[in-house]
């Protein structure tokens, strides 16, 4: 039987949503062995003179405990 835990993240790109879910997945990975899953909880962007500047992400990361 496996254990998970999950941990909420933010990641940011200035050149779309999916580069910055892929660029948290990637630190995330660094850092946390066993990465299974994401589920998007939230999306920004944040905006100046007209022009989006950056997209955020919050998402929730899934991986497995070692035990």
């Known amino acids: 039987?496996?254990?998970a835990k999950v941990?909420?993240?933010i990641s940011s790109?200035?050149?779309g949503f999916d580069d910055a879910v892929t660029k948290g997945?990637?630190?995330a990975s660094k850092t946390?062995?066993?990465v299974k899953s994401v589920w998007i909880k939230?999306?920004?962007?944040?905006v100046e003179?007209?022009?989006i500047t950056e997209y955020r992400v919050t998402m929730k990361v899934s991986f497995?405990?070692?035990g």
């Open 7 to 9: 941990t909420e993240i």
């Open 32 to 34: 946390l062995k066993g």
């Open 42 to 46: 939230d999306q920004k962007a944040m």
């Open 1 to 3: 039987m496996a254990v």
């Open 64 to 66: 497995i405990l070692k």
């Open 13 to 15: 790109s200035s050149k």
């Open 49 to 51: 003179n007209g022009k």
């Open 25 to 27: 997945v990637n630190r």
